[in-house]
Each structure stands twice: as C-alpha cells, then as structure tokens.
C-alpha cells in the first residue's frame, strides 16, 4: 500500500515536499513514479526512479524545478516541488512498480506501475 501526503496550498513560485510512503513492501526492488491529473486530462508522468539507486527521469515540464529523493530507512519517496507554477496544480500520485527497462518509457507510461496511492492535491495560487 503507497500513501501519498503533503499536497495543500502554495503561492506561485513557492514550494511543497510531496511524500510517498510504502506500507507491507520494501521499495528497493521497485521503480517509484510520481505521477498528477487534473480533472478531464490523462494523467501526466512528473519522475520516477529505481529506489535502490536513485537513478531515473523528470518530465521536462517539471525538471531542474523538482527533485525525487529516498528514505531507505523509512521506506518512502519525496517530490521536492520548487517555483511553483500555476500550471502545476494537479492531484499528484505515487506509484510503485517492477523494473522492467532503463529507457524513459519504463518510467513514464502509467501502465507500468502496479500499485498506487490515493492522491494529494497541489494547489497553486497566483
């Protein structure tokens, strides 16, 4: 079970620490994805890496602005979000799944994830 937390409100340009914790599974074996939606939109890939090395992907709407990080101890996945933008208000999900290749379609495409939290709102204001 994954439990997405730390959406809530921000101003533009502000930020937010996302988190994704995991419950009944170790995360080293599996790619970790943060993924968002707004309503009517399919759901769009921000990053995902492989847990036990950190290595991964950024969307390009999203890179040099967030950051993906581990707690191996904790077992959890952070989304450090900074300059907000408008545009990036969305429900953000995490999700877990096997690897099951290095190039960025295994991280991107929502098909490849076995599991997911429930969702946290980011909401940006102007």
């Known amino acids: 079970q994954l439990q997405a937390s730390g959406g809530g409100l921000v101003q533009a340009g502000g930020s937010l620490r996302l988190s994704c914790t995991a419950s009944?599974?170790?995360?080293?074996?599996?790619?970790v994805g943060w993924f968002r939606q707004v309503p009517g939109k399919e759901r769009e890939f921000v990053a995902g890496?492989?847990?036990?090395?950190?290595?991964?992907y950024y969307a390009e709407s999203v890179r040099g602005r967030y950051t993906i990080s581990r707690d191996i101890a904790g077992n959890a996945a952070h989304l450090q979000m900074n300059s907000l933008k408008l545009e990036d208000t969305a429900v953000y999900y995490c999700?877990?799944?096997?690897?099951?290749?290095?190039?960025?379609?295994?991280?991107?495409?929502?098909?490849?994830?076995?599991?997911w939290g429930q969702g946290t709102l980011v909401t940006v204001s102007s």
């Open positions: 009944g599974r170790r995360l080293n074996n599996y790619v």
């Open positions: 890496f492989r847990f036990n090395d950190g290595s991964g």
């Open positions: 999700a877990a799944g096997p690897r099951s290749g290095d190039d960025y379609h295994a991280y991107s495409s929502p098909s490849k994830y076995d599991y």
